[in-house]
């Protein structure tokens, strides 16, 4: 029976000790991580939206930051309000247009536009893909800097072949 017992533990031990051999692996020191090559482990990436700048051109006026005047439609001029436009009064020229039939806009000044209420005439406006940081989380280790490793698959170890 003794005999038996040593048998069936031998065995054991000749079956665990059978197969591929399991070697450490160097590349991520047995951890079954790796730095991250896409954010070379800073765990952000430029955003694709703004390249990075945060700020991307306003939708609204198209990067001018004024938007044209809604009562001359841009233009700066309105029709003259004694004339109505005519550049006549009787049969003279209008003396309040000197007979253009126009007159300066009293809504914009005669500037054709008015500030962007959506960027306040910067022009420019927050990335809303990035919230206006210029980075987003890496796509790959998603922000935690580490990878798995390619070389074990992320066991720490490989089998010898």
């Known amino acids: 029976m003794k005999n038996l017992i040593i048998s069936i533990f031998t065995i054991i031990s000749i079956l665990t000790s059978c197969g591929p051999k399991k070697i450490d692996c160097d590349k991520c020191d047995k951890t079954g991580k790796i730095d991250c090559p896409k954010c070379?482990?800073?765990?952000?990436?430029?955003?694709?939206?703004?390249?990075?700048?945060?700020?991307?051109?306003?939708s609204s006026c198209y990067?001018?930051?004024?938007?044209?005047?809604?009562?001359?439609?841009?233009s700066g001029q309105d029709d003259c309000s004694y004339c109505f436009g005519s550049g006549k009064n009787n049969e003279d020229d209008c003396s309040s247009c000197s007979g253009t039939g126009k007159q300066r806009c009293s809504y914009c000044s005669g500037s054709g536009g008015e500030r962007c209420?959506?960027?306040?005439?910067?022009?420019?406006?927050?990335?809303?893909?990035?919230?206006?940081?210029?980075?987003?989380?890496?796509?790959?280790?998603?922000?935690?800097?580490?990878?798995?490793?390619?070389?074990?698959?992320?066991?720490?170890?490989?089998?010898?072949?």
Not at 40 to 58: A, F, L, P, V
Not at 63 to 74: A, P, T, V
Not at 117 to 129: L, M, Q, R
């Open 63 to 74: 990067g001018r930051g004024k938007e044209d005047c809604s009562f001359c439609y841009g």
């Open 117 to 161: 209420n959506d960027c306040f005439g910067s022009g420019s406006e927050d990335c809303a893909d990035c919230e206006g940081t210029g980075f987003k989380e890496c796509p790959e280790c998603k922000g935690d800097l580490k990878v798995k490793c390619d070389k074990c698959m992320g066991e720490g170890f490989y089998s010898e072949k």
């Open 40 to 58: 070379e482990s800073t765990g952000n990436i430029e955003c694709t939206w703004c390249y990075g700048r945060g700020k991307k051109k306003c």
